[in-house]
């Protein structure tokens, strides 16, 4: 079955600590998305990937790092310096960004729980 | 820019009756427009979409939405409401070139009472 794979579901973490989010999918799509979901606050864009190799900063980076390096595969690092990390992530792919079909096919999601 | 504004953070409503949850956006280009639904702790399935054409779009599980350009609305009906209706609602809205992805509104939290 094609889709997006996000694990862990859950992800337990001590402050100060770099924790990475795993984002698989086997679509074929070019471009891939991390979001981060806060009750009330909706999703808010941290980066996004139009090919392999490439990304870019969305609304909210500061604190995140990614990297692209398989079509597949775009994992996200909460680093210490984000200052509020407890939150839903989601990760999302569309067939390529500038498509104006936009649609976006979206994983299961982590939740990041930091103490 | 965009922008999406859903105006009811929380719409109760009783078992089979209907709904409408609002969603309004801003942009200075042609639109897409989107409805997504989120079960608890899980991520987003796509409910419909706008991209062009008829401006009544029918959806799955029931639902439908109207672009109305004069009034830049997207609003969201069901005509009767199951249990299994209670989720998180988004609107979203991608515009332009299309390479920033979609903006998303803040959500709407539907709470069907029996």
Redesign the interface.
């Known amino acids: 079955d094609g889709g997006i794979t996000q694990s862990p579901k859950y992800l337990f973490r001590k402050e100060g600590q770099n924790v990475t989010l795993s984002c698989e999918q086997n679509l074929n799509h070019d471009a891939m998305y991390w979001y981060r979901q806060d009750p009330g606050q909706g999703l808010r864009l941290i980066y996004y990937s139009q090919i392999v190799n490439d990304f870019q900063k969305g609304d909210i980076a500061e604190g995140y790092s990614v990297s692209r390096e398989k079509k597949e595969s775009f994992p996200l690092t909460v680093t210490s310096a984000q200052k509020n990390p407890t939150a839903f992530y989601l990760c999302a792919s569309s067939i390529q960004a500038g498509s104006l079909s936009g649609e976006q096919y979206f994983g299961p999601g982590t939740r990041l729980t930091v103490t | 820019a965009q922008s999406v504004t ?1 105006l009811d ?1 929380q719409v109760p409503v009783f078992e089979e009756a209907p709904v409408e949850l609002r969603c309004n956006y801003s942009s200075s280009v042609s639109v ?1 427009l ?1 409805w ?1 639904v989120q079960y608890p ?6 409910l419909l ?1 706008y ?1 062009s054409g008829s401006t009544l779009v029918k959806g799955i599980n029931g639902f439908e939405a109207e672009f109305n350009k004069s009034q830049t609305s997207f609003h969201l009906r069901k005509p009767s409401v199951h249990i299994s209706d209670t989720a998180e609602y ?1 609107c979203a809205v ?1 515009s332009g ?6 903006t ?4 709407t939290h539907l709470i069907i009472q029996p």
């Open positions: 859903q953070s897409y989107f997504y702790n899980q991520g987003l399935q796509l979409k991209l988004f991608i070139g299309g390479a920033d992805g979609l998303f509104g803040k959500g």
